[in-house]
Nanobody, 120 residues
Framework: QVQLVESGGGLVQPGGSLSLSCAAS????????MGWYRQAPGKQRELVAA??????TLADSVKGRFSVSRGSAKNTVYLQMNSLKPEDTAIYYC???????????????WGQGTQVTVSS
């Protein structure tokens, strides 16, 4: 089985920083793209950042404040969040495209989510 486990959420004041981590484990042959989504109360889940190979993308709302990176083992993804705003408050979810066995296709897996609250 494949698991994605996020860590690093919490409460931070406006203007502060947080770093989120996500590690994929289990029966993994290879990992393709990884990314971060978030869902605020009453809103749809939205893409925050994604990274695949040497390329990455960030939502317009977080450009200049957030950055996304992969670990050397390629089964981890990080989200560095700076200059946080109250509107960044949401549950942040990690996802990854993973091939779990040889000959199989890539499937999308999701983590359980980690709460980020930006408030004074």
């Amino acid at each position: 089985q494949v698991q994605l486990v996020e860590s690093g959420g919490g409460l931070v004041q406006p203007g502060g920083s947080l770093s989120l981590s996500c590690a994929a484990s289990g029966s993994i042959v290879s990992v393709s793209g990884m990314g971060w989504y978030r869902q605020a109360p009453g809103k749809q889940r939205e893409l925050v950042a994604a990274i695949i190979g040497a390329g990455s993308t960030l939502a317009d709302s977080v450009k200049g404040r957030f950055s996304v990176s992969r670990g050397s083992a390629k089964n981890t993804v990080y989200l560095q969040m700076n200059s946080l705003k109250p509107e960044d408050t949401a549950i942040y979810y990690c996802n990854a495209e993973i091939r779990a066995y040889y000959g199989g296709s890539y499937q999308v897996y999701w983590g359980q989510g980690t709460q980020v609250t930006v408030s004074s």
